[in-house]
């Protein structure tokens, strides 16, 4: 862990490309329109630096009218956006992302990942060639995938010599991805979890949730941000109302204990839906 970005309580992480990443982001699916533009604000208020945005949420420029809105400067803020699947291949990819920054209103996203695989298309590597161009004309600083299994970021470093930053992925303690997460540690990917509240659909009665928030003092959403800090993972949490986001990001000062985070962990039952990167595709 490096030092804390300016005006922000929530510290970085390394990345493998020499620059560093918010340790916890704002997730920005269905922040729409006015409301969805005061959502963001409200979060950069309450110190996120982190956002995720990307095409298929049709919300980037929401996010650009926010980062103008908002008190931060733009080299305190991380703007993550993603390439989707129509956009695949080594010009498509470039054009989304021109498009991209243009909607925000940028020169330059902090990281850019493809959204997902979309396998039976057969244009991930040819994407990720764009993005190792995109990096190269300083259009994008980091670059990184989404939804790819170990065999897909395999496959990208075999064919092209350059490692993903990040890997986004589903990740929340009903699937909690530890052969992965390993994976990634082992060559030098940053785990970030999407969807790590299971989208408040049931998680926060679990008995090893309830239990650690009681022991610690904090609300199960703070126990379950905090297990996808100790198990090696960034999460991404969609919070549009300003006290949760509050909340969602104060999970620096409490650890849990090695046996908190086991029995969390072995709340592990599958996916939140049938989205299988090898058989579910998104245009
Ligand atoms: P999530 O963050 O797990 O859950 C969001 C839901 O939980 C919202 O309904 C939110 O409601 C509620 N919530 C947030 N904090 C809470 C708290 N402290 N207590 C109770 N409820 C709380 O789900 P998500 O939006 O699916 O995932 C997060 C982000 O991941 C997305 O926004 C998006 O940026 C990204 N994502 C990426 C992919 C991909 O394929 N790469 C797929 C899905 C999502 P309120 O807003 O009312 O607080």
Do not use: C
């Amino acid at each position: 862990m490096s030092s804390s970005v300016h005006g922000s309580a929530i510290p970085t992480l390394d990345l493998n490309d020499g620059t560093s990443i918010p340790q916890v982001g704002l997730g920005t699916y269905a922040m729409k329109g006015d409301e969805g533009v005061d959502a963001i604000v409200a979060g950069i208020g309450n110190g996120y630096r982190l956002l995720d945005t990307a095409v298929n949420y049709e919300n980037e420029r929401e996010v650009g009218q926010a980062i103008a809105n908002s008190p931060a400067g733009r080299d305190e803020l991380f703007i993550t956006s993603k390439i989707p699947g129509r956009h695949h291949g080594y010009e498509e990819a470039i054009g989304s992302t021109e498009e991209s920054l243009a909607r925000i209103g940028l020169e330059r996203l902090d990281l850019h990942l493809i959204h997902w695989p979309n396998p039976s298309v057969g244009k991930y590597v040819d994407t990720w060639r764009g993005l190792i161009e995109l990096r190269e004309r300083g259009l994008v600083t980091s670059i990184g995938v989404s939804n790819f299994t170990e065999a897909m970021l395999e496959q990208l470093i075999a064919e092209t010599g350059v490692t993903p930053a990040v890997n986004q992925v589903e990740l929340h303690p009903y699937f909690p991805q530890t052969e992965l997460i390993e994976f990634h540690k082992s060559i030098g990917v940053q785990t970030e979890s999407w969807s790590p509240l299971y989208r408040d659909q049931g998680l926060f009665n679990e008995a090893p949730i309830a239990e650690a928030a009681s022991a610690h003092g904090v609300e199960p959403a703070q126990v379950v941000l905090r297990w996808h800090l100790e198990v090696g993972s960034l999460p991404i949490p969609k919070s549009a109302n300003p006290a949760r986001q509050g909340l969602n990001a104060d999970i620096f000062d409490f650890n849990l204990t090695p046996a908190e985070v086991d029995a969390i962990t072995a709340l592990e039952r599958g996916r939140m839906k049938d989205r299988d990167p090898l058989t579910h595709e998104e245009m």
